[in-house]
């Protein structure tokens, strides 16, 4: 039932010591590693990734996607199974069954956006939108303006990401107060320019994304010192193209696309040798059976996929669909939606 | 959050029989047990016999995050409980906190293996958090604190163990906050934690996690103990012999990093958030001129390091700030080291490039 089982780690042996010499991204491969996600519950893994399948559902749908490949998962069947993990409470859980969280609804709605399919959630429920809205906006506390993951009250830039990916898709901002958000958002910026997941925390990449989508969600990237953390943010491309989301740790694909995708937002993607890190990232391909893992021979994974696929993109390899870099979504999509209009 | 550092061995079709068997085994069982609690749970059971199948199912899979809140559930119930049995005067308060300690020092207990086998699960992170938050509210300081305590001693355990650890750092940030809170009668802990981070700096200098740690400790310090403009310039002395002494490695960026921190001091737009954000303007020049000095002797010993040359270029950028913008000799020295950089540094030439046209732009 669950469309794509996360994460889907695999890959094989042969693939792992051997490159070829012109790396190409095998795209066919890919979709079918994606699509060949389900048929894989004889492995514990898949059993032991429930807490993942509604993002797994995400991350593969949008590397469909973005390989222009849209119509490799079929639209009813994912449309029934995020419908399937919707809670009481208006917010959805990983799996059907499992608790309302943040990090669930953000990729419920945005593979509800990619599908095309909030109109067919008004049909289903007058006030379909709103009700996830208002979860959502329920989570902004009042007094910081940051958000919670859930009821239990844990705190994270990456939650009030979520919340505005969210709420501008669904167009319901007005629900939440944006400019004590805002605010927040400002208090955890640090001395080298990026942001940490609350105020005193480290700077990191994966926080710098959400801090920055945020931001150009509400238009307000003018709060940022794009030079010194564009500096920073380039600064995070190691000899071999790859990109590290910390000074001093390991190059990572889906730190390559925090960092580029940040990047990109701050207008200084020319900042990185694109040519290398198109190259790092083909190299962690399974050029056999498809999928895209963290370093060049370890597993692959679905996560991995899509965001190596996604960087690729952003980085205008030839064949692939434009990625929005403050959504990890297809920019056509993005674009129409209503509140870009305004 | 999924597949890191796993070398790619055999795909599932190279699997031997055997293999295949054990794994439809362990499938079957975890699937079973995962029946089970869901069962109990939807009947809104709550006896101790679930409470032991969350704690198995949990050491199978700590990512199983609503099992986490069904245990949360199954405890808020009972702390309720026994409260209600208070009220009613059918048990004594002492009774109460003694249960009440028990419950969350077992679960602690429960906790702590699995934290050093998943060290990087924010599920457990966040249950051990809320765990301690429950302490603090129900129960009497001298019960609270002690938890509190102890969790401030196993945070650093974690940190020896992995140093940069993200989660880890981030939750020794919030036990000190509450180890300093009024509610447990506490007392800043500023200076002891700063002494920390030399600590753990003094283990591996490029603990960049630790130096950041030192930033917002030293503004906390200096707030705290109302300091001076003197005082903050003694600490921002003190700091700049700290990193001096560390730059014998000119090759590690960490290093840079805390340098460039420190140097926002002596930039105007960024002072009056810095540690002393009230030097002069000749105060400033001269910490620059300094600093500079420092910088070239580095780069003596370095010729193929590029951060030295970003440092440079940052301080004279930082004079111009200023002074009437920059001047010629500046810009010249300015582009000489971003032909030094194109060259040492070439996966970043886009931003050379652009420095290096607006700097030309502006002479124009
Ligand atoms: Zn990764």
New binding site residues.
């Given amino acids: 039932m669950a469309l794509v089982a996360g994460p889907g780690i695999g890959g094989s042996r042969s693939s792992a010591g051997t490159l070829p010499a012109e790396l190409t991204l095998v795209i066919d491969k890919h979709v079918k590693y994606i699509q060949g996600l389900d048929s894989r519950k004889d492995e514990l893994d898949y059993w032991l990734t429930e807490h993942l399948r509604l993002n797994g559902v995400y991350w593969g749908l949008t590397a469909l996607h973005l390989l222009g490949h849209p119509d490799a998962l079929p639209r009813d069947k994912t449309l029934e199974f995020v419908l399937a993990c919707q809670n009481q409470d208006g917010g959805f859980g990983a799996a059907p069954g499992h608790d309302s969280h943040m990090l669930y609804t953000g990729s419920a709605v945005q593979i509800l956006a990619t599908i095309d399919a909030l109109t067919d959630l008004e049909v289903s429920q007058t006030g379909g939108k709103e009700r996830i809205a208002r979860y959502i906006a329920g989570l902004q506390d009042p007094t910081t303006g940051t958000f919670a993951g859930d009821e239990w009250g844990e705190t994270d830039t990456r939650f009030l990401y979520i919340a505005f990916n969210a709420l501008s898709i669904l167009d319901m901002m007005h629900l939440v107060n944006v400019e004590s958000a805002v605010s927040y958002i400002q208090a955890c910026a640090n001395f080298d320019g990026g942001f940490g997941r609350a105020p005193s925390a480290e700077t990191h990449a994966g926080q710098i994304f959400t801090c920055l989508g945020a931001l150009s969600i509400v238009r307000r990237l003018d709060l940022v010192d794009a030079e010194r953390l564009g500096a920073w943010l380039s600064d995070r491309q190691l000899s071999n193209g790859g990109l590290n989301g910390r000074p001093e740790k390991l190059v990572?694909?889906?730190?390559s696309w925090w960092v580029l995708s940040s990047l990109a937002m701050l207008g200084k993607l020319h900042w990185i040798d694109a040519a290398k890190l198109i190259t790092f990232i083909l190299s962690c391909q399974d050029s056999e059976h498809g999928g895209i893992s963290?370093m060049p021979g370890d597993m692959v994974d679905v996560f991995?996929t899509v965001f190596g696929v996604a960087g690729l993109s952003l980085l205008g390899y030839p064949g692939l669909v434009e990625v929005d870099p403050v959504y990890c979504m297809p920019k056509k999509i993005t674009q129409a939606l209503p509140y870009h209009q305004a | 959050m999924t597949s890191?550092g796993v070398p790619r061995s055999a795909t599932r079709e190279e699997r031997t029989i055997e293999a295949r068997q054990r794994e439809l085994k362990e499938i079957s069982e975890y699937q079973r047990l995962v029946e089970e609690v869901n069962t109990k749970v939807h009947a809104k059971e709550s006896t101790p016999q679930l409470l032991q199948q969350t704690a198995e199912l949990l050491r199978r899979n700590p990512e199983y995050y609503t099992v986490w809140n069904h245990r949360r559930r199954i405890y808020v119930h009972e702390f309720r409980d026994l409260e209600k049995q208070v009220s009613a005067s059918e048990l004594d308060e002492d009774r109460r906190v003694s249960q009440v300690l028990d419950i969350i020092q077992l679960d602690l207990q429960f906790l702590f293996p699995l934290l050093l086998k998943f060290p990087k699960c924010y599920w457990i992170w966040n249950h051990r958090l809320w765990l301690l938050q429950q302490a603090t509210a129900l129960l009497p300081v001298a019960q609270a604190r002690p938890l509190w305590e102890e969790e401030l001693g196993l945070v650093g355990k974690m940190l020896s163990r992995d140093s940069r650890n993200f989660h880890g750092w981030g939750y020794r940030r919030i036990v000190v906050q509450s180890l300093e809170s009024l509610r447990l009668q506490g007392q800043s802990m500023s200076r002891q934690e700063l002494e920390y981070t030399k600590k753990m700096i003094g283990i591996n200098l490029s603990n960049f996690s630790a130096w950041h740690n030192r930033t917002k400790l030293i503004l906390k310090i200096l707030d705290e103990e109302n300091a001076t403009d003197d005082e903050r310039q003694k600490m921002l002395d003190e700091e700049l012999e700290l990193i001096h002494q560390a730059l014998f490695d000119p090759y590690d960026q960490s290093l840079w990093f805390y340098h460039q921190n420190l140097m926002c001091t002596f930039d105007l737009d960024l002072a009056a958030k810095s540690m002393a954000p009230h030097l002069s303007t000749e105060q400033r020049l001269s910490y620059i001129a300094s600093e500079r000095r420092y910088i070239e002797e580095v780069l003596e010993d370095a010729q193929d390091c590029k951060w030295p040359y970003q440092a440079l270029i940052e301080c004279t950028l930082l004079e111009a700030k200023m002074q009437q913008g920059l001047q010629e000799d500046g810009r010249t020295k300015i582009l000489q080291w971003l032909t030094e950089l194109k060259t040492l540094d070439p996966l970043r030439k886009g931003r050379w490039l652009d420095m290096e046209r607006s700097l030309v732009k502006a002479a124009a």
Avoid: A, R, S
Wanted: proline letters at 0%.
């Fill in positions: 990572d694909v889906c730190y963290d991995h | 890191h």
